[in-house]
């Protein structure tokens, strides 16, 4: 989905730019190579920007959790 029209952004360069570090609105457009122009986009970006940011900051609570079932022997999940 297209959340800018002036610089054709979509929503995975959003998720893709917070993957890299992304934490602010101008790191999104600065990851590619553009920046904000009319402006009109700058509340929705704002808005996937803290999605995308508390869906990575519990991201490693997941695999964390998921590497813990991994080592837990099956005995244990049946007994
Ligand atoms: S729609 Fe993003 S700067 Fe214009």
């Known amino acids: 989905m297209i959340i800018c029209s002036c610089n054709s952004l979509t929503h995975k360069d959003v998720e893709h730019a917070v993957e890299y570090g992304a934490?602010?609105?101008?790191?999104?457009?600065?990851?590619?190579?553009?920046?904000?122009?009319?402006?009109n986009c700058v509340p929705g970006?704002?808005?996937?920007?803290?999605e995308a940011l508390v869906?990575?900051?519990?991201?490693?609570?997941?695999?964390?959790?998921?590497?813990?079932?991994?080592e837990t022997p099956a005995t244990a999940l049946t007994a």
């Open 23 to 39: 934490t602010h609105p101008r790191d999104i457009y600065a990851a590619r190579g553009c920046k904000a122009k009319c402006g």
């Open 55 to 70: 869906k990575k900051s519990q991201t490693p609570a997941l695999f964390s959790h998921l590497s813990n079932c991994a």
């Open 45 to 50: 970006v704002v808005c996937m920007l803290r």
